[in-house]
């Protein structure tokens, strides 16, 4: 049975970090690359980040560009993002998500979310 679980979500003040993580069971972590999801509410769901399989490609949205960062550890089928800097207008449910390819905007399987919410 196919699970990502996101977690390290939580209240965080503007200027703050929080570190997310995604648990992914059930398939070959290796074999995907993998994207970070966000979705504020009232607002469609929006790409924040992506990495290749192997980790050595990076990308992101320009949103977040020099204050996230994607990375992940396939001897632990887990993935990260590292959010530093954090705005307001980051508070959103992220979501981690797997693909085959990372030049796609097609993602196979979904984590559940965990909430991110930065007060001003």
């Known amino acids: 049975q196919v699970q990502l679980v996101e977690s390290g979500g939580g209240l965080v003040q503007a200027g703050g970090s929080l570190r997310l993580s995604c648990a992914a069971s059930g398939f070959t972590f290796s074999s995907y690359a993998m994207g970070w999801f966000r979705q504020a509410p009232g607002r469609e769901r929006e790409f924040v980040a992506a990495?290749?399989?192997?980790?050595?490609?990076?990308y992101y949205a320009d949103s977040v560009k020099g204050r996230f960062t994607i990375s992940r550890d396939n001897a632990k089928n887990t993935m990260y993002l590292q959010m530093n800097g954090l705005k307001s207008e980051d508070t959103a449910v992220y979501y981690c998500?797997?693909?085959?390819?990372?030049?796609?905007?097609?993602?196979?399987?979904w984590g559940q979310g965990t909430q991110v919410t930065v007060s001003s």
């Open positions: 998500a797997a693909t085959l390819s990372v030049y796609t905007s097609h993602y196979d399987y």
């Open positions: 990495i290749s399989r192997s980790g050595g490609n990076t």
